[in-house]
């Protein structure tokens, strides 16, 4: 199977945080917020393999601040590695205040998804390439993290 | 009050097609795929004004192709012209088949937005400088039907 | 075809506008009005054509005042025109004050629908037969705004 | 305090089920249906009233039969009967089908609003005139309504 | 076909209310919280019946207090009593202040639901089994509801 | 600041998975399935600390098998291990076949919530208690997640 390079899975999707996404703070629910961050990886998973994919798991994510009514959260996701049948996707949101312009990153994670065949069962995905210094770096992280995984749960994923 | 380029403007939002976007063909509601042109349009016009926008008016958008459940659809906006206090913002979709990466065009459209001061009052705004020929066509377009609009209204905005 | 009165088309819908509409300065986003005025069309193109309608393209729609948190939404819908496949429908929203019960027009549009057969095709659908003197004249200046369109475009719908 | 006739609180209301409104069989959620009404009902009260109204009690709603994926729900609530700071509303839902147009009642039942003062505590509204034959024999309904439900609890509302 | 006890069909779930639930008052809708009880009594109907159930009657549903935003709603069902092909679900909701955990009843209510077989047509479900003194009271008190309901109507369900 | 017990923390919730609820594939969205989890987790940690929290990271949350539209997601969310200002709190979901009640576990994770001051700044929370084998063994679990994250991030949380 051809690999792929990591440019092709890029997404970028923009929300502006409205009341019903908020909690009763005023800013944006965490719920909502790693929903949209899903939905952004999915695409990004889907963008690589053009195969159904479906989430394994959220491997780390963590909300550095908060997003406040109004302001536009800018979610980016990408391809960071590939195993066999399943592949981590990075994503991370930076919060821009309509006002200002300024921008600042509020959220980062990785998300693991899976490709599925026909009968649910998972099927072999390219491989993705790592063209960039960057996307080289991000390559190795992944894979560093997945053999700590691997390790932390004694099992095969 | 200094002009400013189209390209801080843009704006790009990325939705996959869910079945609660649908309607009873299995195809993403007129009324759904509008909210979400709004939604990116209004992003671009606070990206340019800096200042919170409203809706004043869809001038025109044609649905030339609908979008099925589970399809991107990819919406991209930017302001194409600024009148004193209000601009328009050109919005189109383009549907990416998920399995094939192949897109076209299914939607496109006018959008005015007018900025709006802290007494609900319309304020006014930095002029857009188109760059490029593309956008120097653009600007000049959207000039042509504002002025034909204020003829057929016999009226300004 | 045998044609049919334009009174068989008419629509109303009631929305109170919830927290969950609003934009973060208290009034209903655009987008969500625009889905309201589209739900109310589609449903009267269909009582017109009894046929599924989808929305072809949105000519010209503009928000006059804003509608706030708590006010009623009075979304009023009818097929002001048909053509072979197509029909025009006018939607106009008149906000109600609930405690005063002062109504005025905040919003009003023209949509244009198709009704599709079971293929997916544009099927035929009975002439409109506009009755009073009002229906007379919508159907008058639908039939221009259909005939200036055409000339911009320089294409048939 | 003035009376008001009951055509006064009439309210009209339409949905199309969509995908999103229906449990997994394809039919209409009751949850659902009844927030339909229950918004209705609540607009009918504060027609009435003019003064913020909120759901008392829903004393007897029966849902007849089911509404489909695509069928036309027609919501009406009228202000039945009026207390001193309470009001029933009466709300039946007729559902259309699209392509047919043939309507059938599917659900029907009865609302108490309480009107709130600014303090939240229960104010007093104007009494409802019922004007025609139908007005007065659903007036007179309500009131025996009222007093069986006084007499099981035992405790006036 | 063999009774089962009522603790079968016990349902507990819990919403944060959100600022998307609240009406402009800033308390959660009637609507929405009769949503929230059809849903956890349509479990404990199912949970009972192990059939899919729909429902058939809201038939007395009080709001004692409202709920405001950021509180918990905690929703509790149980099937109280079933007939051949329906059974009477009792829903109670109380509210937990998050800051002080203090809890009150603020809603209570018998809803009636019906179980379908695959033709869409009332199939028999298993009676329910009141074990405790408790169910015994709620049992004969659904009963004695159905009784008078069924004289009232004049006619079965 | 005196200690509470694990059990203070307890949290139930159940969902019917809903075609709303659905990606294309008729499966639950992982984003609405976070969400759910969220929601549950925040109102765990609220009931421990009695003070507004907010998440700040999901640390490991792993899909084992999809959830199917119309099938029981039962949400159980306690506290395992509290900080001076975080707490980590697991969560689970099994799911319940409607027909046959046969339940099976399908997501695991644990996410971190802050609890937040009047200021918006973190403050000091209770303690957890673990009492039972199994909370003890999960406050060690956390504990030694928690200092592997330090470690891994060389920053204190």
Redesign the interface.
């Known amino acids: 199977m051809q690999g792929k390079p990591v440019r092709n899975s890029l997404?970028?999707?923009?929300?502006?945080?409205?009341?019903?996404d908020?909690?009763?703070?005023g800013?944006a629910?965490?719920?909502?917020v790693?929903?949209?961050?899903?939905?952004?990886a999915?695409?990004s998973a889907?963008?690589h393999a053009?195969?159904?994919c479906?989430?394994?798991?959220?491997?780390?994510?963590?909300?550095l601040s908060?997003i406040h009514?109004?302001e536009?959260a800018i979610i980016r996701a990408q391809v960071n590695y590939t195993g066999k049948t399943s592949m981590e996707v990075g994503v991370t949101i930076d919060v821009e205040d309509?006002?200002?312009?300024i921008r600042k990153r509020t959220t980062s994670?990785y998300?693991t998804f899976v490709a599925?065949g026909q009968n649910?069962h998972p099927v072999q995905i390219a491989p993705i390439i790592p063209e960039t210094p960057e996307e080289q770096r991000m390559y190795e992280e992944a894979q560093r993290r997945r053999e700590e995984k691997l390790k932390r749960r004694g099992e095969s994923i």
């Open positions: 997404v970028e999707m923009i929300q502006m945080v409205r009341p019903e908020a909690n009763p703070l800013i629910f965490g719920g909502k790693v929903a949209w961050m899903d939905m952004a999915a695409i889907m963008r053009r195969i159904p479906v989430t394994a798991s959220i491997d780390s994510l963590g909300f908060p009514i109004g536009f309509p006002l200002t312009g994670g998300l599925l649910g």
